[in-house]
């Protein structure tokens, strides 16, 4: 029987939290998207997210098996992704989220990097493994390893990569990156 595992992917608001879980999930997500309304504008800070329209108002939801090539040595995984709301208001949510998580991935945008402070501040305080995304937008200016790892101010051993959140195989990538990092931290 495959062991379950929970993962949050988290991140700031129109990071492609959403776009991501959708594209790693082998099922339909359960999406919780709704409508930008104008009461929304005084809240939501659309500055360099141009075209967005939709923002996540509960919590995304979708599932990716992992079965091992040796079935005999080790009965796979079952990962479920939470996918967090981003807006600064869901902030209770994000913590409530994390119990129980195995892991959080949280995306990045080079646009906004600084946006991805108060998320990456709180999974550190509550102590769980997590991994970095950094989700190329065609629009996003790149950046090197180094600069980004500066700029997000991560520690060496915190598992940082640049991804394509539309993309299943870059999105299930960044899963297994932070399945492993997860496996290290247990075994050391």
């Not at 892991?103 to 550190?124: H, I, Q």
């Not at 500066?150 to 990538?173: I, M």
């Amino acid at each position: 029987m495959p062991v379950p595992v929970k993962i949050v992917v988290a991140g700031p608001f129109a990071v492609g939290k959403t776009t991501f879980v959708a594209a790693a999930s082998e099922t339909a997500p359960l999406t919780t998207e709704e409508v930008l309304t104008q009461a929304g504008e005084s809240v939501d800070d659309l500055c360099g997210v141009r075209g967005k329209t939709t923002t996540t108002v509960g919590v995304d939801f979708g599932r990716l098996t992992s079965r091992p090539p040796q079935p005999a040595e080790h009965p796979g995984a079952v990962l479920y992704l939470f996918g967090a709301p981003g807006q600064e208001r869901f902030r209770l949510l994000w913590e409530e989220l994390t119990y129980g998580a195995m892991g959080v991935l949280v995306l990045a945008d080079t646009r906004r990097l600084d946006a991805s402070f108060d998320v990456l501040d709180l999974v550190e305080r509550r102590g769980v493994p997590y991994a970095v995304a950094v989700n190329q937008f065609e629009d996003s200016p790149a950046h090197g390893p180094e600069a980004l790892r500066a700029a997000l101010d991560l520690e060496e051993s915190t598992p940082l990569a640049v991804c394509d959140a539309r993309d299943p195989r870059s999105a299930r990538h960044m899963l297994i990156m932070l399945v492993e990092h997860i496996r290290e931290l247990v075994e050391s």
